[in-house]
């Protein structure tokens, strides 16, 4: 119960922060335990990008700013379309106490889908966070899941 308390907070509290933006992609990866470390990374449809490393309760350990080229959103659209991202459960192994979560946000047009992964490695949990990781590489962000 307090894992799914703890995680509700965590995406409202980012869901109000990016309601005021329109966002193409956000995902949250780590502790789903009120301790441990995240990584939130949020991508603007313009290819705005902001990432967040957080140590859980306590605040930002690294941050970074940057803009997507085209062509890497465009590898991130060609990876949400491969895995049938709008077409997911919005949750796999939900049952699931303490560990890790990876939940993403995307929206294309007027399609939105929220899906969470709990302690649970997907065939579209390798992908995406491979695709993502590739295109963050230059950058030196690695998304942990």
């Known amino acids: 119960m307090q894992r799914t308390i703890f995680l509700l907070a ?19 990866a780590g502790s789903n335990a009120p301790w441990g470390t995240s990584q939130s990374l949020l991508v603007e449809e313009g290819g705005k990008t902001t990432y967040y490393l957080t140590e859980v309760g306590k605040g930002d ?8 080229t085209k ?38 047009g007027q399609v939105e889908n929220t899906v969470t992964w709990e302690n649970i ?8 966070i491979d695709n993502v990781n590739a295109i963050l590489k230059k950058r030196n962000i690695q998304l942990q899941y």
Request: net charge positive; aromatic share 10%; with cysteine.
């Open 10 to 28: 965590l995406l409202l509290t980012c869901s109000a922060t990016i309601a005021q933006k329109n966002y193409f992609l956000q995902v949250y």
């Open 61 to 68: 350990l690294d941050s970074s700013s940057f803009t997507l």
């Open 71 to 108: 062509s890497e959103l465009g590898k991130v659209n060609e990876t949400l379309k491969k895995m049938n991202f709008y077409k997911l459960n919005a949750a796999y192994n939900e049952e699931s106490v303490d560990g890790v979560a990876l939940t993403v946000i995307a929206k294309k």
């Open 121 to 128: 490695e997907t065939k579209e949990t390798k992908m995406l």
